[in-house]
């Protein structure tokens, strides 16, 4: 659930907790699409604080948990799960696994797509098949006008630090083809999520690197302006926050 570094969050188990929880808990329909069973050797890419990759684990599986930050390693460790720190561009397995199994995080890996597709089907045995739910094309599109849109009044062009990757559902089939892949399914889905806490603590997880560009003292003027901005859109009467998500959700798998 949590990427490469080079995108610049700094992605903490304890926060991530506490602000981003609903990530794992709506992680259940690409679970049934991945469909593990007794035996199969599983690697759960980016999986942030091992919340899913557990129940991967109950299903019987062998599962291995790579994710590019550390903190969040620790605390897929703590849970017991075999967890390891590993740039999910730069994936080290050759022909390991039956599946590779991914939640809310390839979006994260903007700078080259086309290298995670190629890794994952190098981790992959003939026939393997790779299960992902993503962000997707339009998603959270709101909060990143809103962004950009006050980023720009303090001088900072933040088009070009965009951290996050949404395509459509013919770009990402395009690249699983080229990748090697044969797509059984691929869907956008819109699901706009109540979030856990408000909007701040949304900016504090997912936001973070945007505001890092402002000097110390204008980032909690900022910040705030992008909330008052939203409120109208994504606050409703009794105060609570929805995030303007749509999910890309897709099943591939190699030749045979």
């Known amino acids: 659930m949590t990427a490469e570094t080079k995108s610049g969050q700094d992605w ?11 990530v794992p808990a709506l992680g259940q329909p690409v679970l049934e699409l ?24 109950a299903s019987g599986a062998a599962v291995v948990g790579v994710d590019a930050a550390a903190d969040m390693v620790n605390a ?14 730069n994936l080290r397995f050759n022909c390991e696994f039956d599946a590779v199994f991914s939640n809310a995080a390839l979006h994260w890996m903007k700078s080259d797509p086309d290298a995670v597709i190629a890794g994952v089907a190098r981790a992959l045995k003939p026939g393997g ?3 992902a739910e993503m962000g997707g094309h339009g998603c959270i599109a709101a909060i990143t ?3 950009v849109a006050v980023l720009a009044r303090y001088g900072v062009d ?9 395509p459509t559902a013919d770009d990402y089939r395009a690249r699983l083809l080229r990748g090697g892949f044969i797509v059984d399914y691929i869907e956008l889905i819109p699901r706009p999520t109540l979030l856990p806490t408000d909007m701040a603590g ?9 505001f890092s560009h402002l000097p110390v003292e204008q980032r909690m003027t900022a910040r705030d302006e992008v909330i008052d901005m939203l409120r109208l859109v994504l606050c409703d009467e ?17 030749p045979g």
Not at 12 to 22: I, T
Not at 76 to 89: E, F, T
Not at 202 to 210: I, N, Q, S
Not at 245 to 251: G, M, V
């Open 158 to 166: 933040a088009r070009p630090i965009i951290p996050w990757y949404f």
């Open 76 to 89: 897929a460790k703590n849970r017991g799960l075999d967890a390891r720190v590993m740039d999910g561009i």
């Open 34 to 57: 991945l469909k593990p069973s007794s035996g199969e050797r599983i690697l759960d890419l980016a999986c942030g604080d091992g919340a899913l990759t557990e129940k991967i684990v």
């Open 129 to 131: 098949r790779f299960v």
């Open 12 to 22: 903490r188990a304890d926060s991530y907790s506490v602000h981003a929880h609903f």
């Open 145 to 147: 006008v809103a962004i």
């Open 238 to 254: 009794q105060g609570r926050w929805t995030g303007d998500y749509i999910r890309l959700r897709f099943s591939a798998h190699l």
């Open 202 to 210: 949304f900016l504090e997880v997912f936001g973070a690197r945007f």
